[in-house]
């Protein structure tokens, strides 16, 4: 009798049958939030979590490339790994994310780590599955750093908590700021839709879900893609959220301040779910570096919406980003930065060292600073932050505060960890487990970094 050939389609629940994966996780939140994806796709293919690298048959590496240190941790990460494919020639590695996208790196970890068995680029992430599936067939390594982009509509997503969620509303970014890699390998500004974004914050808050962060490279840019009339900006979209939809804690990350409106302004100080605590990368306190960044905004015009923010939002807490040794800084653009600290009082500052990137403006403009200029300014800049830290933190004391348990403190299994509204750690003795649930506590000592408390 004559056999029938018949095409099987994809059999995604066949591929992990059996099988453990592990997925690790460097950069942003970006980063970790498309991890549960790639961890979504894999459960939904049968693959289950292995507890560390010796269990797994499949170890992904999703990747940064914002400077050059999380790239080096990749390689060095990779040599590690190399013994263990030698070991175990099932064992099948894939990397990545931003470092895969970007095209010389790519390359240069297909030559240095040969054992390799897929390089996935951003834009491949709704590929992953196929990709893997051929991975294991073709010839090493198998690499798809094409920027066409798949939508990421209906991709399973295996989130690491059960309460507090990202949830992403635009991707890539259209700002090149002449520092950053961001733009080059993550594509250009895509919203989700208005729908799709309220659906979920509503299924999320169904789950139980508490928090949720909204996520994209510059959210003020949200919707500028979309037709009109698809359901308005980002400040729609917040004060949306806030009336209709979502857990009981609303967060975002990240707002640029050249997009910053007095509309958005107005929804955070309206929002009853909206979280006290804007983070809002300043990079800088000179006019003339800001210009060289390409970032659009003056000093000036960054503090007064500092200064708006304060006074429209009550208890507010800031957080910022700033480099030193950008290409050109003199002392004095410096001293324009540190200044600006004491100006703006932020409650945190995220703070980097410049780090050329291939293929940016600024990696290509001369008088580039010397590493020990660089390393002597940030900690310069870390000191001056901390002693505002600590001053802010000191002003808490006494008060009482909502936080959402997050779990054990790292440093001391006695005591649970959780963040007020204002995104503030707070470390506080506890009989029971109280992870993933609102508790009110009263501020009893300050710290650079964090806060403790007593349990009301
Ligand atoms: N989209 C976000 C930030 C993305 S990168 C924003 O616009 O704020 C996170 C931070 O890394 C940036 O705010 C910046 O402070 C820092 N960063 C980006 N490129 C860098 C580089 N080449 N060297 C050092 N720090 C960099
Ligand atoms: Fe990079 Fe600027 Fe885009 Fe942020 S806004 S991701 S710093 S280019
Ligand atoms: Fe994020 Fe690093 Fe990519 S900061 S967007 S993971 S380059």
Redesign the pocket.
């Known amino acids: 009798m004559e056999q029938a050939v018949v095409e099987l389609p994809f059999r995604a629940d066949l591929l992990g049958e059996g099988k453990r994966y592990l997925i690790i996780t460097f950069g ?1 939140q970006a980063n970790e939030c498309d991890s549960e994806v790639l961890a979504g796709m894999l459960e939904s293919a049968g693959y289950r979590p292995a507890a560390g690298p010796e269990e797994a048959d499949l170890i992904v590496i999703n990747t940064c490339s ?2 050059r240190k999380p790239e080096e941790k990749v390689a060095g990460l990779l040599g590690r790994l190399r013994k263990l494919k030698e070991n175990n020639r099932a064992l099948l590695i894939a990397v990545g994310g931003c470092m895969a996208q970007r095209p010389e790196a790519a390359a240069d970890l297909a030559r240095r780590f040969p054992f390799l068995d897929l390089i996935f680029g951003t834009h491949a992430l709704p590929r992953f599955p196929q990709l893997l599936e051929q991975a294991g067939q073709s010839r090493r390594p198998l690499i798809d750093i094409a920027e066409a982009t798949a939508g990421r509509k209906g991709l399973p997503v295996r989130r690491s908590s059960s309460f507090k969620a990202w949830l992403p509303v635009i991707y890539g ?1 259209n ?1 090149f ?1 002449s ?4 733009p080059h390998v993550r594509g250009r500004e895509c919203s989700r839709s208005f729908a799709e974004i309220i659906a979920e914050a509503r299924s999320l808050e169904e789950a139980g879900y508490l928090e949720i962060t909204l996520l994209g ?2 959210v003020n840019s949200y919707g500028n893609d979309l037709a009109a009339g698809a359901g308005g900006d980002f400040a729609a979209l917040l004060a949306e959220l806030d009336r209709s939809a979502g857990p009981a804690r609303i967060r975002f990350l ?1 707002s ?1 301040p050249k997009d910053l409106s007095p509309r958005l302004i107005e929804v955070i100080a309206r929002g009853k779910k909206i979280c006290e605590h804007l983070h809002l ?1 300043a ?1 800088a306190g000179s006019n003339r570096i800001l210009e060289r960044m390409n970032r659009r905004y003056t000093r000036e015009r960054y503090l007064e919406l500092v200064a708006a923010l304060k006074k429209e939002v009550p208890g507010i807490a800031l957080t910022t ?3 030193v040794g950008f290409p050109g800084e003199t002392e004095a653009d410096f001293r324009e930065t540190l200044a600006l600290l004491d100006e703006a009082e932020f409650d945190q500052a ?1 703070t ?6 291939p293929g ?1 403006r ?1 990696a290509a403009m001369k008088e580039q600073l010397d590493a020990a200029e660089k390393n002597e300014r940030l900690q310069r800049l870390t000191r001056r932050q901390n002693e505002i830290s600590l001053r802010l933190n000191r002003a808490q004391l006494g008060r009482t505060v909502e936080l959402l348990v997050e779990g054990r403190s790292k440093n001391n299994p006695e005591m649970l960890s959780g963040r007020t509204r204002t995104n503030k750690l707070v470390h506080f003795a506890a009989a029971e487990d109280l992870s993933g649930r609102l508790v009110t506590v009263e501020i009893t000592g300050a710290y650079t970094w964090y806060l403790t408390g007593e349990l009301v």
């Not at 520092?179 to 961001?182: A, G, L, Q, S, T």
């Not at 980097?352 to 990137?357: D, G, H, L, V």
């Open positions: 942003c914002v400077r970014c700002n700021c520092y950053c890699i961001v490279q510059n990240t640029h990368p990079q980003d700033l480099m995220y980097f060292i410049y780090s050329p990137r940016t600024a």
